[in-house]
């Protein structure tokens, strides 16, 4: 199990594929590398799949504290030096996509290329965010289920992959309180519409069609901030990586290839 040792917390990582350019996924807030499987399944063949768990989630251990974008996307950029690899396409969801956009505008040389899906410049508010902090510090993270799997995932969804919901939520009553109240922080405090403006690498924003919490206007408004970019909205909600595999890598095979 590959770890990378940092000065306050550890980071879990896992590589896919054998040949071609870098491609490197991050994760949404509540989920763990694994959210990715169905994309690896089919694009490893194609490139060199880098995946991480974010602090405090997963297999990563979570620092003490509250968490800054900044913090998440040093993470990444730490990742890449002790892995010696100079540049990467890059693919987030969520606060993963806000994460891509901080390295869009702080770390261009980084990225070829940048997927930022059912994200925003800024997702929700500060009072949103400071509340759901301290409803988990307070409760913990399983009184959230059954909200998040409706946020997440269509009824249809819901009903028919009943499996695939169990697994996903299972890694997100793993998460730590800690982590989690950390990344809401992070999350708190994030706004990108201005410094997006200056973003010039080519960048897909991808949406769900009925995503409750980063509707299609969302990633219409990144896109049309940026310099080079383009919108693609796809079926499903929240975690549409899950709900429409197929259209999802699709997408990305043509945006980065
Ligand atoms: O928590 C959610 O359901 C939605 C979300 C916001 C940021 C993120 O990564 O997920």
Redesign the pocket.
């Known amino acids: 199990m590959p770890m990378l040792d940092l000065e306050t917390h550890q980071l879990h990582y896992r590589i896919d594929g054998a040949e071609g350019p870098w491609l490197v996924f991050c994760n949404?807030?509540?989920t763990d590398l694994r959210m990715w499987d169905p994309q690896v399944a089919e694009l490893s063949s194609h490139f060199r799949v880098l995946r991480h768990d974010r602090r405090g989630h997963g297999l990563s251990t979570a620092p003490e504290g509250m968490y800054s974008l900044a913090d998440l996307g040093g993470d990444v950029i730490a990742l890449l030096d002790a892995l010696g690899i100079g540049s990467v396409h890059y693919c987030g969801?969520?606060?993963?996509g806000l994460v891509a956009q901080w390295l869009a505008v702080n770390a261009p040389q980084r990225l070829d290329r940048v997927v930022a899906c059912a994200t925003a410049a800024r997702?929700?508010s500060a009072e949103s965010w400071n509340a759901r902090i301290a409803e988990v510090q307070a409760h913990g993270l399983p009184p959230l289920l059954g909200a998040?799997a409706e946020?997440?995932f269509g009824a249809a969804f819901r009903a028919t992959q009943p499996g695939q919901v169990a697994a996903i939520l299972e890694s997100f009553a793993a998460t730590s309180v800690r982590g989690y109240a950390g990344c809401c922080a992070a999350?708190a405090a994030a706004d990108l519409r201005t410094d997006i403006t200056r973003i010039e690498i080519p960048l897909l924003a991808i949406a769900g069609d009925q995503d409750p919490?980063c509707p299609p206007g969302d990633l219409q408004a990144i896109a049309g901030s940026v310099g080079n970019g383009r919108v693609a909205v796809l079926p499903g909600r929240?975690l549409l990586n899950i709900e429409s595999p197929a259209a999802f890598n699709a997408a990305l095979l043509q945006f980065l290839q």
């Open positions: 949404s807030l509540g969801l969520s606060i993963g997702i929700g998040t946020r997440w999350l919490v929240h």
